[in-house]
């Protein structure tokens, strides 16, 4: 959905009580939390002017002070920001994968499917391992209609490089429920597995969940 052009804070408000905030965009999540500080009308500017120039809410906390004034309107809180990415990044220490530990694709399957098995849209996790294929990192890498065009080996790449992963998995989950590998998911399979060889870092798995269910392609033999 999309609703900051068309309605106000009180009927968006009203869409979150009755649907939850999962659905929202983060343009719209942006709105919402920038009408907790400014008018409406300033809410808006700031988020258009915030996704003209920024991807998504996570480059919130690369900001410095001077970008941050330039999206804020004249004599307005400077500080909104810096509060909101340090919410963020404390909101963000949610239970995820333990660090350091080996888990097995059933594990991983499992504990994805209870995180991402309801949600309505699709979200591409990274797992990313050592040499002894303990945790080094869980990230979410996208989020949206997942097919092999809009995702990128690159974008998933290139946080195994800044850990140092050796080996990696990528978990994403399909609204429907249905765990059935896609053309599209196969297809991101081999991508992965191709760009993983020249890069020597391997995808070890690549699993789908969906409500209280998973697949492993290792473990259905999709990945040799």
């Known amino acids: 959905m999309t609703l900051i052009n068309s309605f106000d804070i009180n009927f968006l408000a009203d869409q979150i009580e009755h649907y939850g905030t ?4 983060d343009r719209e999540l942006l709105f919402c939390v920038c009408c907790s500080a400014f008018s409406k009308r300033d809410a808006t ?3 258009g002017k915030f996704f003209s120039q920024y991807e998504d809410l996570e480059q919130m906390q690369y900001l410095t002070d001077q970008e941050i004034r330039d999206l804020l ?18 909101f963000e220490k949610r239970p995820s994968l333990a660090l350091g530990t080996v888990y097995s694709s059933k594990k991983i399957g ?3 499917s209870q995180m991402y098995g309801c949600a309505k849209q699709e979200h591409l ?12 990192l869980q990230k979410s890498i996208f989020k949206g209609t997942l097919n092999s065009a809009t995702v990128h080996p690159r974008e998933i790449f290139k946080e195994a490089v800044k850990c140092s992963a050796a080996r990696f998995m990528v978990v994403h989950n399909h609204p429907s429920g249905n765990v059935t590998p896609s053309k599209n998911d196969l297809a991101l399979t081999d991508r992965l597995l191709e760009c993983g060889e020249m890069l020597g870092i391997t995808l070890l798995d690549h699993i789908i969940v969906g409500d209280n269910s998973y697949l492993s392609m290792r473990e259905e033999e999709l990945i040799a």
């Open 73 to 90: 309107p004249e004599n307005q809180k400077n500080w909104f920001f810096e509060v909101l990415s340090e919410f963020a990044q404390r």
């Open 110 to 112: 499992e504990y994805m």
């Open 125 to 136: 996790v990274g797992i990313y391992l050592d040499t002894k294929n303990q945790v080094l």
């Open 45 to 47: 500017t700031i988020t």
């Open 22 to 25: 999962q659905e929202l965009t």
